[in-house]
Protein backbone atom coordinates (compact mmCIF):
# COMPACT_ATOMS: atom_id res chain seq x y z
CA UNK A 1 0.00 0.00 0.00
CA UNK A 2 0.79 3.52 -0.77
CA UNK A 3 -0.24 6.67 1.16
CA UNK A 4 -0.22 10.28 -0.22
CA UNK A 5 -0.99 13.38 1.37
CA UNK A 6 -1.08 16.91 0.01
CA UNK A 7 -0.48 20.19 1.60
CA UNK A 8 -0.05 23.55 0.62
CA UNK A 9 -3.68 24.58 -0.83
CA UNK A 10 -5.75 27.94 -0.09
CA UNK A 11 -6.78 30.62 -1.63
CA UNK A 12 -4.19 33.67 -3.39
CA UNK A 13 -5.05 36.30 -5.90
CA UNK A 14 -4.70 36.27 -9.55
CA UNK A 15 -1.21 36.15 -10.85
CA UNK A 16 -0.65 34.90 -7.49
CA UNK A 17 1.86 31.30 -6.63
CA UNK A 18 1.51 28.66 -4.44
CA UNK A 19 3.59 25.57 -3.67
CA UNK A 20 1.70 22.31 -3.28
CA UNK A 21 3.27 19.10 -1.67
CA UNK A 22 2.63 15.25 -1.63
CA UNK A 23 4.42 13.39 0.94
CA UNK A 24 4.67 9.72 -0.20
CA UNK A 25 5.12 6.48 2.13
CA UNK A 26 4.72 2.98 1.99
CA UNK A 27 5.46 0.01 -0.62
CA UNK A 28 6.14 2.34 -3.94
CA UNK A 29 7.91 -0.46 -5.44
CA UNK A 30 5.05 -1.14 -8.10
CA UNK A 31 4.80 2.48 -9.17
CA UNK A 32 6.39 4.36 -11.06
CA UNK A 33 5.31 8.08 -11.33
CA UNK A 34 3.46 10.48 -8.98
CA UNK A 35 0.97 12.99 -10.60
CA UNK A 36 -1.26 16.09 -9.78
CA UNK A 37 -4.77 16.01 -10.72
CA UNK A 38 -7.56 18.81 -9.73
CA UNK A 39 -10.91 18.28 -9.90
CA UNK A 40 -13.47 21.27 -10.41
CA UNK A 41 -17.06 21.73 -8.96
CA UNK A 42 -19.39 20.18 -11.94
CA UNK A 43 -16.18 18.98 -14.46
CA UNK A 44 -14.05 15.83 -14.65
CA UNK A 45 -10.92 15.23 -12.79
CA UNK A 46 -7.89 15.82 -14.91
CA UNK A 47 -4.42 15.69 -14.87
CA UNK A 48 -1.95 18.64 -14.41
CA UNK A 49 1.33 17.06 -14.56
CA UNK A 50 3.50 13.90 -13.56
CA UNK A 51 6.62 12.82 -13.10
CA UNK A 52 8.33 9.75 -13.31
CA UNK A 53 10.30 8.41 -10.34
CA UNK A 54 12.71 6.63 -12.45
CA UNK A 55 13.88 8.92 -14.96
CA UNK A 56 12.55 12.25 -13.61
CA UNK A 57 10.50 12.93 -16.64
CA UNK A 58 7.62 15.42 -16.65
CA UNK A 59 4.83 16.15 -18.31
CA UNK A 60 2.11 19.09 -18.37
CA UNK A 61 -1.25 19.49 -19.46
CA UNK A 62 -1.41 22.17 -22.04
CA UNK A 63 -3.45 24.45 -19.70
CA UNK A 64 -0.76 24.77 -17.44
CA UNK A 65 2.92 24.27 -18.97
CA UNK A 66 5.15 27.44 -18.54
CA UNK A 67 3.35 28.03 -15.28
CA UNK A 68 3.31 24.97 -13.28
CA UNK A 69 6.49 22.80 -12.50
CA UNK A 70 6.14 19.24 -10.65
CA UNK A 71 9.72 17.93 -8.90
CA UNK A 72 10.36 15.62 -6.54
CA UNK A 73 13.08 15.67 -3.30
CA UNK A 74 13.72 11.79 -2.88
CA UNK A 75 15.24 12.61 0.62
CA UNK A 76 12.22 13.77 1.83
CA UNK A 77 10.04 11.21 -0.43
CA UNK A 78 8.04 14.24 -1.51
CA UNK A 79 6.60 15.80 -4.61
CA UNK A 80 6.00 19.27 -5.47
CA UNK A 81 3.57 21.57 -7.51
CA UNK A 82 4.92 24.69 -7.94
CA UNK A 83 1.78 26.94 -8.97
CA UNK A 84 2.83 30.82 -10.88
CA UNK A 85 0.46 32.61 -12.35
CA UNK A 86 -2.62 31.39 -10.94
CA UNK A 87 -5.59 32.06 -12.79
CA UNK A 88 -9.42 31.49 -11.47
CA UNK A 89 -9.74 28.72 -13.64
CA UNK A 90 -6.98 27.03 -11.66
CA UNK A 91 -9.47 26.96 -8.88
CA UNK A 92 -9.86 23.38 -7.91
CA UNK A 93 -9.48 20.85 -5.73
CA UNK A 94 -6.15 19.42 -6.03
CA UNK A 95 -5.23 15.74 -5.66
CA UNK A 96 -1.61 13.39 -5.42
CA UNK A 97 -1.91 10.16 -7.09
CA UNK A 98 0.49 7.58 -7.56
CA UNK A 99 0.66 4.52 -10.17
CA UNK A 100 2.50 2.27 -12.85
CA UNK A 101 1.84 4.14 -16.04
CA UNK A 102 3.75 3.73 -19.59
CA UNK A 103 4.57 7.41 -20.17
CA UNK A 104 2.78 10.65 -20.97
CA UNK A 105 0.32 12.36 -18.75
CA UNK A 106 -2.04 9.38 -16.55
CA UNK A 107 -5.30 9.23 -17.01
CA UNK A 108 -7.09 9.26 -13.49
CA UNK A 109 -8.23 5.71 -14.08
CA UNK A 110 -4.88 4.44 -14.54
CA UNK A 111 -3.71 5.97 -11.03
CA UNK A 112 -3.69 3.04 -8.23
CA UNK A 113 -3.06 5.04 -4.93
CA UNK A 114 -4.69 8.77 -4.45
CA UNK A 115 -4.79 11.29 -1.91
CA UNK A 116 -7.62 12.91 -0.04
CA UNK A 117 -6.79 16.45 -2.02
CA UNK A 118 -6.27 20.40 -0.95
CA UNK A 119 -8.28 23.17 -1.88
CA UNK A 120 -6.78 25.62 -3.94
CA UNK A 121 -8.93 28.89 -4.87
CA UNK A 122 -8.25 31.72 -7.04
CA UNK A 123 -11.03 34.18 -6.48
CA UNK A 124 -12.03 36.30 -10.04
Known amino acids: QVQLVESGGGSVQAGGSLRLSCTVSGDTDSTNCVAWFRQAPGKEREGVAVIYTGGGATYYAASVKGRFTISEDSAKNTVYLQMNGLKPEDTAMYYC?????????????????WGKGTQVTIPS
Open 97 to 113: AAGLYASGLPRPSGMDY
